[in-house]
């Protein structure tokens, strides 16, 4: 079962701070997040590991909270550069690096 | 080096027809994975490979064959292709055989249409 990403789709303007959800109804081992520019392959932008700190690259940080089986991606100060959809990639206990991914946040980043 | 390459990038088939998409990777990665893009959908698993040799169902196999050729390469074949399988197929590959820890590298996708 995929897990839920919220919301669906957010605009910005640039300079504004965002979060992205994802939440599994499955006990989860690590979440990966990704970001797709259109037309183009997903890129990874990091992965939270359960019982591992909060991740941060450049001003896009995460957080992994086990109990209740969520994620939540941090975008602050945003440029144009984030515009996007972002997907997070879920682990379940023993999965074997096989990741089931969201429907995707579109995000996008206005002047 | 080129990372994960696809081809092709673009075909259109008339339904009853089959083809296989070709992927390699030259990271001397272990795992490969083939996954569909729809809208709204975000990406689904349909078969993986976890080292050489080996591979497993994901979530939506219906339809697919795969081969894992060499450490390199990984095909999907669709042996008769629908309109429901029009799509963009996305390959990636990972390091480890089976890690929670480890990135998947995307390839640039093919963009199927089945008439």
């Known amino acids: 079962q995929q897990p839920v990403q919220s919301p669906q789709a957010v605009i910005l303007r640039e300079g504004e701070d965002a979060v992205i959800n994802c939440s599994s109804s499955?006990?989860?081992?690590?979440v990966h997040w990704y970001r797709q520019k259109h037309g183009e392959a997903p890129v990874f932008l990091m992965i939270?590991?359960?019982?591992?700190e909060q991740k941060g690259h450049e001003k896009i940080s995460a957080s992994f909270n086990e109990k209740k089986q969520q994620s939540s991606l941090y975008l602050t100060a945003s440029q144009l550069s984030y515009s996007g959809t972002y997907f997070c990639g879920t682990e379940s206990a023993g999965g074997g690096n096989k990741l089931t991914f969201g429907t995707g946040t579109q995000l996008k980043v206005e002047l | 080096n080129a990372g994960v390459t696809q081809t092709p990038k673009f075909q259109v088939l008339k339904t009853g027809q089959s083809m296989t998409l070709q992927c390699a990777q030259d990271m001397n990665h272990n795992s490969m994975y083939w996954y569909r893009q729809d809208p709204g959908m975000g990406l689904r698993l349909i078969y993986y490979s976890a080292s050489e040799g080996t591979t497993d169902k994901g979530e939506v196999p219906n339809g697919y064959n795969v081969s894992r050729l060499n450490k390199r390469e990984f095909s999907l074949r669709l042996e008769s292709a629908a309109p429901s399988q029009t799509s963009v197929y996305f390959c990636?590959?990972?390091?480890?055989?089976?890690?929670?820890?480890?990135?998947?590298?995307f390839g640039p996708g093919t963009r199927l249409t089945v008439l």
């Open positions: 939270l590991l359960k019982g591992g």
């Open positions: 499955k006990a989860l081992y690590s």
């Open positions: 990636a590959s990972s390091r480890y055989r089976t890690s929670g820890t480890d990135t998947q590298y």
